[in-house]
């Protein structure tokens, strides 16, 4: 780039100095004369060796005055000034010459050359399927072909600069209206590539960076003088009339997650709940264990230590034992006493009434004995307890408990 | 004085003959000079240049790469038959600035109608021989370049470059986007359809899991508990066994005692007792001998 020229670099930095300036223009014109084509380089050289010839010879001539000053506005014509982030654009006769940086400049004046002043740095910006905000949509230019033939809305937004003032003026007519023509080619060939799920959500970055990359090969193809400094998505979508479909189809990823652990919840509630009862069946069983060897050992001792007295004496110990069983038992219990010497053999014991009976209450408790005292004189032992049993509902319990007793 | 008046006149005359001899050509300019009508001589470069005043004429054109773009989008039809609307737009400039007088007579306007109906021909042709897929994505490239080749080659008979042909869009027409929105409502119906039975069944699988491992964990627990209880029965009857194998003879009494005791506990447990049982025997006579018997 002619920018980079080390020469004009040195032209453009420091403050304005006028000497060089004044330099400069005796260069400029030295370098006009000598090189143009005859015949207007005569016209100039007259008019100019005039004006510089007669100075000093007239100095006093009103004409030469004002020769002179018509030459010193005509040159004075030349100066302009390159304001920072512009560059100006010299053409000498229509023709390229240089590029100037930001400062006070100076050219021949016309009609040797002439200076266009171009937006250098100035970032400027194209937004291609909406205007102005992402809201304002413009639907024929962001919907887009997929690769899978599907359409997707898309708004993007090129911010670009001019790197090269030449280029940009000589180059191409209308250079913006081309970048906002690339961007959409570019974006319509990068999205034509990719499938519509890697366009709406994973690719997206890709996108932007690929089609970046296109639009500068193209706009360095036709040499424009444009850098590409970004394409940014603003918006990659479904489109409106399908959007409805796809909102449903992310729910329905969220369902998922929802049902999973809902699931989850589930196994979570259940599985300690599990290993809680587990342990309590573990527990019960170490307790059972403990309580039958306990109690193994209890009874194991008392009959080991019964037995050690029983061996000392054991008739009396055995008639001891026995003799307290029949307490306890006969005590206890309801007793009918016969006396098989009477020798009636066809003995009538109504012991279902008996038991009945028993239940009823005291007064029957009399009789109840009666039709089984065989012997009168001897007379029965009826139980003191018997009647005791006054309760009707507490022997009838009994009663019961004892028929499942039995059957059991 | 006298000298001054027929210097300045000079110096006017001068000016005027040169502004009708000289010209210059701008950088973006191409230029023909004309004498009478005929061309006689085309510059290329920008500089300044001499002309005879009046017999002679220049005209200017661009040299610039200039950009065609259709208006309105164009209907295409693939080789499946399917409608597209195609949108392109060209990169254009001029070359042969001579040709390019003689063909179009210097009219940009016509040059672009040449140029615009060449190139959409060349397009249709090569999107008729192509898929809807295929001009979409796959050769998209190679439609371009076709077409930018064929057309160059028709470009060139009236001195014009073809720099590039470009697909601006690539679109379906509206009345068959409805089919395609009709499909990519499915496909996602279909998907989300999937998602949630996914999901189900997911979690229909994590709840048989954890109803798997509650059996397995009670049984196992059960297992277990049985053992231990085993276990302590067994334990308890070895203990019982070596306890009560000292003396059977008096377990076995001692036993029976304990569960004469445990059964006739309740009050309402009938008991028939015979005067001859031994329990008795003091009942009958103090001496505890069956005396009555004996007598009989």
């Not at chain 1, 240089?98 to 740095?121: C, I, N, Y």
């Not at chain 1, 069946?281 to 029983?310: C, H, P």
């Not at chain 1, 065989?374 to 004892?402: F, I, K, M, Q, Y």
Request: proline share 5%; hydrophobic share 35%; charged share 30%.
């Amino acid at each position: 780039m002619s920018l980079n020229d080390p020469g004009k670099r040195g032209n453009s930095g420091g403050p304005p100095d006028l000497d060089e300036i004044w330099r400069n223009v005796n260069r400029r014109l030295n370098e006009l004369f000598n090189r143009k084509p005859p015949s207007p380089g005569d016209n100039n050289t007259d008019s100019g060796g005039g004006g510089g010839g007669t100075r000093p010879r007239l100095p006093l001539s009103g004409v030469g005055i004002l020769i002179a000053l018509v030459l010193l506005v005509w040159l004075a014509s030349g100066f302009y000034i390159v304001d920072e982030g512009r560059r100006g654009v010299v053409t000498r006769f229509g023709k390229y010459t240089e590029t100037t940086q930001p400062g006070p400049r100076w050219h021949l004046p016309f009609p040797v050359e002439a200076v266009e002043l171009v937006d250098f740095s100035q970032v400027k910006t194209i937004e291609i399927g909406y205007r102005n905000s992402p809201k304002n949509k413009v639907d024929k230019e962001a919907l887009m072909l997929t690769d899978d033939e599907n359409i997707i809305d898309i708004q993007f937004a090129v911010q670009y600069n001019i790197k090269s003032a030449e280029d940009y003026l000589f180059n191409v007519r209308k250079p913006d209206l081309i970048v906002a023509f690339v961007a959409q080619t570019a974006m319509g060939e990068v999205v034509g590539k990719a499938k519509m799920d890697f366009a709406l959500y994973e690719g997206r970055e890709q996108i932007a960076k690929s089609a970046e990359k296109l639009m500068q090969e193209m706009l360095d193809r036709y040499k424009t003088g444009i850098y590409v400094q970004k394409v940014t998505l603003q918006n990659v979508q479904p489109p409106d009339k399908v959007q409805a479909a796809f909102d449903d189809a992310v729910k329905a990823g969220q369902d998922r997650e929802r049902f999973r652990n809902e699931g989850q919840a589930y196994a979570n509630d259940v599985v300690p709940r599990a290993r809680g009862n587990a342990s309590r069946l573990m527990e019960e069983a170490n307790g059972y264990k403990a309580e039958v060897v306990e109690r193994a050992e209890g009874d194991a001792s008392r009959f080991k230590q019964i037995l050690v007295e029983y061996s000392k004496a054991p008739a009396v110990t055995r008639e001891r034992l026995y003799l307290d069983m029949m307490q306890s038992v006969v005590g206890s219990a309801s007793k009918v006493m016969m006396d098989q010497k009477t020798g009636n053999n066809l003995l009538y014991l109504p012991l279902d009434k008996l038991i009945q009976q028993s239940g009823p209450g005291t007064a029957a408790a009399g009789s109840a004995t009666t039709p089984v005292e065989t012997n009168p004189s001897r007379g029965g032992v009826p139980s003191p307890e018997t009647p005791s049993a006054a309760d009707p509902s507490r022997s009838r319990d009994a009663l019961r408990s004892r028929e499942r007793g039995e059957t059991r | 004085m006298k000298l001054t008046m027929p210097v300045l006149a000079l110096v006017v005359a001068v000016l005027l003959v040169a502004s009708q001899a000289l010209y210059t050509v701008d950088q973006r300019q191409y230029a023909i000079r004309f004498q009478l009508g005929e061309i006689i001589e085309t510059q290329s470069n920008a500089g300044l240049y001499v002309k005879v005043p009046i017999m002679q004429n220049i005209k200017f054109y661009d040299k610039r790469t200039l950009v065609l773009d259709n208006t309105e989008p164009d209907r295409m039809t693939t080789s499946e038959k399917k409608p597209l609307l195609v949108d392109f737009f060209v990169m254009w400039r001029i070359v042969d600035v001579k040709q390019y007088y003689i063909s179009v007579a210097g009219d940009e306007e016509a040059a672009r109608r040449r140029l615009s109906q060449t190139v959409r021909a060349n397009l249709a042709e090569e999107i008729n021989k192509r898929t809807v897929h295929d001009a979409i994505s796959g050769e998209r490239d190679k439609i371009m370049s076709t077409t930018r080749q064929k057309a160059d080659q028709d470009a060139k008979t009236i001195g014009v470059e073809i720099v590039d042909v470009r697909l601006r869009r690539v679109e379906l027409p509206p009345d068959v986007t409805a089919p395609v929105y009709a499909r990519m409502e499915s496909e996602r119906r279909r998907v989300a359809n999937e998602l949630r039975s996914q999901g189900q069944a997911e979690s229909e699988k994590i709840r048989a899991d954890a109803d798997r491992q509650r059996t397995v964990i009670l049984a196992d627990a059960y297992r277990d508990a049985q053992k231990i209880k085993g276990d302590g029965d067994a334990k308890a009857s070895a203990i019982y066994a070596q306890a009560y194998g000292i003396n059977p003879e008096f377990y076995s009494f001692y036993r029976s005692l304990e569960a004469y005791k445990a059964t006739f506990r309740n009050k309402s447990d009938m008991m028939v007792l015979d005067s001859a049982s031994e329990f008795l025997k003091y009942m009958r006579t103090p001496s505890g001998n069956p005396a009555p018997k004996a007598a009989k």
